[in-house]
């Protein structure tokens, strides 16, 4: 349970990327966040554990660096054009997608407390968002797209496991990678880098250094060690942390509905982590037919 919770700081740091986008950036140039975002992080890990990859992990280091810039972009492009609570309770639909996903790529069909765990958090996520503002559909496109691009990095880094060098080394260079694959698009699309102010440099510090510094190596830690139906219920923090800070600090509306819509979005998730493992049913009904 430490494991889960330790976890589930990850998306909790992350669903304040809405608010802090609102609140301290501004709101062109997404691709040049992307940049300040991940590139600063990923030299800092690698200056605090300098390494090299081998061929077989440099490859799978590429292609995580893909998945951590789609993702962050479309958060971008969904912070800029919902907000804050919005654009986070979307992100809640992970969970289900990463049911169906599975079930597509392995042929493993969803348990069925976690199956109703799933349809109870998009309950609670319905509330948070009934009547909330009119519809952005490329915002909410973008978020949906995020979550896409979650669920990929999550499926390739539990099938890949634990790296064979240190976890922060094999973070720093794939966050890495992903800031030096925008670079080149945020020049071609978006011209010079935007020069950063003190607002800036405040959120690139705490969505940056921390949120894609310490909070991906924490992630990475708990998608190697955590089956992938678990990372995604976990991710469900994301959208109650986004809508507390909706409230709190950018003065989004917040009525008893989100409150019964986040208390049912938690609660979905303490009912989908009590699913009881394959390998412990397996146990119990062995000591069952075992009993003469």
């Known amino acids: 349970m430490f494991l889960q919770l330790r976890t589930a700081l990850t998306p909790a740091i992350w669903g304040t990327t809405y608010a802090v986008t609102t609140l301290l950036l501004p709101g062109q140039d997404p691709v040049w966040m992307v940049v300040y975002r991940l590139l600063p992080a990923g030299l800092l890990l690698l200056m605090f554990a300098p390494g090299l990859l081998s061929s077989k992990w440099a490859k799978r280091a590429m292609v995580i660096g893909l998945t951590n810039l789609s993702m962050i972009f479309f958060v971008f492009i969904a912070a800029f054009r919902l907000p804050s609570g919005m654009a986070g309770t979307l992100m809640a639909t992970l969970p289900l997608q990463i049911l169906f996903y599975i079930w597509i790529l ?7 407390r976690q199956l109703m765990a799933s349809v109870i958090g998009l309950f609670g996520v319905s509330l948070l968002l009934l009547g909330a503002v009119d519809l952005d ?4 496109g973008a978020a ?9 990095g999550v499926y390739l880094g539990s099938k890949w496991g634990r790296p064979e060098t240190s976890m922060v080394t094999y973070t720093g260079w794939h966050v890495t990678l992903g800031g030096l694959y925008a670079l080149p698009i945020a020049f071609l699309f978006e011209g010079a880098a935007p020069m950063p102010d003190w607002n800036m440099a405040l959120a690139f510090f705490w969505i940056g250094i921390l949120g894609m510094g310490w909070a991906s190596v924490n992630w990475l830690n708990g998608i190697v060690q955590l089956k992938p139906t678990t990372i995604g219920f976990l991710s469900l923090v994301n959208p109650v942390s986004a809508v507390l800070c909706g409230q709190l600090l950018v003065g989004e509306q917040f009525g008893l509905r989100q409150w019964v819509g986040i208390t049912i979005v938690l609660g979905s998730i303490v009912f989908a982590l009590k699913t009881p493992s394959a390998a412990k049913v397996a146990a119990q009904a062995k000591e069952v037919t075992a009993t003469p």
């Open 137 to 140: 559909w490329i915002g909410i």
């Open 106 to 112: 392995q042929g493993k069909k969803p348990v069925p």
């Open 144 to 152: 949906l797209a995020a979550c896409v691009s979650t669920f990929t």
